[in-house]
């Protein structure tokens, strides 16, 4: 009896000691990739999801097995804009609408510099702290980091992975910060943000009257300062699929954001492409990477009350995310080593409407769910299933919706409040993750608490 109580206790020790050797040893998430779809609140993922797959079908990220809502406010407003939004989850702190990762700043915008571009920096001194971000915490690990984007890589979004800045709008500032050696380098990024890729040429290359008005009036050419640093420096798609591993990367592919996914040039690469560059390039680092991926265009067809461009760019965002997910099972089969999260800054105002029937389309007039005929306002005119809370289109007496004008590339959704452009909605967002320590993302949670769960993911 002894004996046998004995062995059992040996062996709950020795199991309990396993046990213990394999949390201290278990490697946290090696790798993250953040995704981030600008204003991809709820409403727009379900509409994205009805227009490509139908109400019964699921959006790649969709499928992704953790979850979690999110609370968006940021410091000084119950609803945010992209800079201390992205700033909060890259850096754990609430920040004031339109500052750039900087703690307790106040928002001063640029003032004009001589050819009439705000790129005189007026922040002042000691105008906030600088909490450090994920992407720099990962460099200083050793880690690859990188920042992708379809809009200018100097936006909100992507800036407050790796700059530091009272303001959003200081583009030419921000520029300065990502170039190694340069005035103004941020030195947390030590030798240089491995991978960026976006639009914003403008603010990387020197003022010319003629060819390049909104340049820089400093004069400096920071594209040629990221070639002389060792980076490969790429103009195109094409540029960018000959780029081979072991050398930094910088992609500018538009003088100010990339094209529409629907309109876009063949010289611009997809984000799904951008994202499986950054893979190959990033992933060649044995220590890991983190990388960020903006699908940015979805806040702006939304800012521009265009629906159907916002769904497109949804559909075009996830699959960035399924080249992602494709590419790091290759790697790491189960994704034991990497974290993948998928989420938005903001809501915007766009809802769906009425009580369209199954099946009926999306951008279309809403067709009644028990007769199918076109459904009525309480002034008999017809209506579309998608419309936004505020925004210029609004007429003092509606006239009907004309279905295929409604689902028109170019049309432009009706709005209740007429402001001059449609807004950020203040709602929770949704998040999705895989992977390493993907479980610890649950509940209603804050947006600073993404970034302290990705930290502890990735043992920063
Ligand atoms: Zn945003």
Wanted: glycine share 10%; hydrophobic share 40%.
């Amino acid at each position: 009896m002894k004996t046998i109580h004995t062995c059992a206790l040996l062996l709950a020790a020795a199991l309990q000691s396993q046990a213990m050797a394999q949390s201290i040893t278990a490697p946290p998430a090696k790798n993250i990739i953040f995704f981030l779809g600008d204003g991809m609140g709820p409403t727009t993922i379900t509409a994205a999801r009805i227009y490509k797959y139908r109400e019964e079908g699921l959006l790649n990220f969709e499928r992704l097995d953790r979850t979690a809502r999110i609370k968006t406010y940021s410091n000084d407003a119950m609803v945010t804009d992209s800079a201390p939004s992205m700033g909060a989850y890259m850096t754990g702190v609430k920040i004031n609408n339109d500052v750039i990762s900087l703690q307790g700043a106040k928002p001063r915008a640029p003032g004009k510099d001589a050819n009439g571009n705000p790129s005189v920096d007026r922040c002042g001194d000691n105008n906030g702290s600088a909490p450090p971000t994920i992407l720099e915490l990962a460099k200083a690990s050793g880690r690859a980091v990188g920042a992708i984007t379809t809009t200018e890589l100097t936006h909100a979004t992507p800036a407050a992975t790796f700059s530091h800045i009272c303001n959003r709008n200081a583009a030419y500032t921000i520029a300065q910060q990502i170039v190694p050696g340069g005035a103004g380098y941020n030195p947390r990024l030590k030798d240089g943000v491995d991978v960026l890729m976006g639009g914003g040429r403008v603010y990387f290359t020197p003022f010319d009257a003629k060819s390049n008005p909104h340049g820089r009036a400093d004069g400096r050419d920071l594209l040629a300062e990221f070639k002389a640093d060792g980076y490969f420096v790429a103009a195109t798609r094409a540029d960018m699929m000959s780029a081979l591993p072991n050398r930094k990367f910088v992609g500018v592919y538009a003088d100010s954001h990339l094209d529409y996914a629907a309109d876009r040039k063949a010289t611009q690469p997809t984000l799904a492409e951008m994202t499986g560059k950054s893979i190959e390039l990033l992933s060649k680092n044995p220590k890991g990477f983190f990388l960020m991926v903006e699908g940015g265009k979805i806040d702006h067809a939304l800012h521009d009350s265009n629906a159907r461009k916002a769904l497109e760019e949804v559909v075009d965002f996830d699959n960035a995310i399924q080249t992602a997910l494709d590419r790091m099972r290759q790697l790491d089969p189960g994704l034991d080593h990497t974290l993948i999260v998928v989420t938005a800054d903001h809501d915007h105002t766009m809802v769906m409407n009425g009580y369209p029937k199954r099946g009926n389309p999306i951008l279309g007039i809403v067709h009644d769910y028990a007769t199918g005929q076109p459904a009525l306002d309480a002034d008999g005119k017809t209506y579309t299933t998608l419309v936004y809370g505020g925004g210029p289109n609004r007429r003092e007496t509606r006239v009907d919706v004309d279905d295929a004008r409604a689902q028109a590339p170019d049309y432009h959704q009706e709005t209740a409040v007429r402001l001059p452009g449609e807004g950020h909605g203040g709602g929770d967002v949704k998040l999705y993750a895989a992977g390493a320590r993907a479980a610890s993302f649950k509940g209603t949670i804050e947006n600073t608490r993404v970034f302290e769960l990705m930290k502890a993911a990735a043992g920063l």
